[in-house]
């Protein structure tokens, strides 16, 4: 009896044993082996893997990639124009062993000290990148590059506490609340100088556009009236050349076809009257057929 009762114990030590050497790895993690707080060995291949029941103890890891919202801090760039930057980074644990070494950190507590090293390590980054350049800068298409630059410094301090950077985002960039009523003034004062500014090239186009249109049409008129005195005068010329022509042809019928337009202007309806002498050259023409053939 008491036999059979030793070998049920060994056989429980012996079940107990294997099944604390056993473990499992998840994919999504990576494990560490230590011995007596020494690093034995790393487990980072999915499946069942052993270690000595008794010195070793596991510590797991979380392989995923994480993501950390960095706390707004305040920067000032090169201009002094101070800032407040929101930025998040994408990272996760890629050299256990390293990470370890360096904070000592294992489980639930490594994902915090991973979080807390490296927020400290990209709120430094940050102050240093934007504070070599200019506001403007920070808030134009430049901040690609500016974010590109946090990124690379990260990923090498990152690097020597074993945790691996793979993307850096400047979510939001703000005026400090103090400082917006004076920016806005500033900016408001800017704008409407460049408006003054342009109000003024647009009224001195406007001068020379009007000017040259004054000019233009003093030009036309004058080519235009010179033309058509020139026109007068030809067709005065034409005229007078078709009257002496006329009058060299028939000198009778050239004076009676003047004294029909002589008495169109003078004998017009109206209340005028002419006094004038029955014998005078005006009435030649007036007279009886008798009068004229006794002429």
């Known amino acids: 009896m008491n036999k059979s009762n030793f070998l049920i114990v060994a056989l429980v030590v012996i079940l107990g044993a294997v099944l604390s050497s056993v473990f499992i790895v998840d994919e999504r993690e990576k494990v560490l082996v230590l011995r007596f707080g020494a690093v034995k060995s790393v487990k980072d291949e999915p499946g069942l893997a052993f270690k000595l029941p008794w010195p070793d103890t596991v510590v797991r890891y979380d392989d995923r990639i994480l993501s950390l919202d960095v706390e707004p801090l305040e920067v000032t760039p090169l201009d002094d124009r101070r800032l407040v930057v929101d930025a998040f980074a994408r990272y996760r644990i890629s050299d256990v062993e390293q990470f370890r070494e360096a904070t000592g950190a294992g489980g639930e507590q490594a994902i915090a000290v991973a979080s807390r090293r490296l927020d400290s390590i990209l709120r430094s980054q940050t102050r240093e990148i934007l504070g070599s350049v200019s506001s403007n800068d920070i808030l134009s298409s430049d901040r690609a590059a500016l974010m590109l630059r946090i990124r690379n410094g990260a990923i090498q301090n990152a690097r020597a506490v074993g945790l691996e950077v793979i993307d850096v985002r400047l979510k939001r960039t703000d005026l400090p609340t103090d400082n917006l009523g004076a920016t806005f003034e500033r900016m408001r004062a800017e704008r409407e100088r460049e408006a003054t500014d342009e109000r003024a090239r647009g009224n001195e186009a406007a001068q020379r556009v009007r000017a040259q249109a004054d000019r233009t049409v003093v030009e036309l008129t004058s080519e235009a009236r010179r033309e058509a005195e020139v026109v007068r005068g030809e067709a005065d010329a034409e005229r007078n050349a078709i009257f002496a022509e006329s009058y060299g042809r028939d000198v ?26 029955p014998d005078s050259e005006f009435f030649n023409y007036l007279k009886s057929s008798g009068d004229l053939s006794g002429q």
């Open 252 to 277: 009778e019928f050239f004076e009676f076809y003047r004294s029909l337009n002589a008495y169109r202007s003078a004998l017009q309806a109206g209340n005028s009257s002419m006094v004038l002498s």
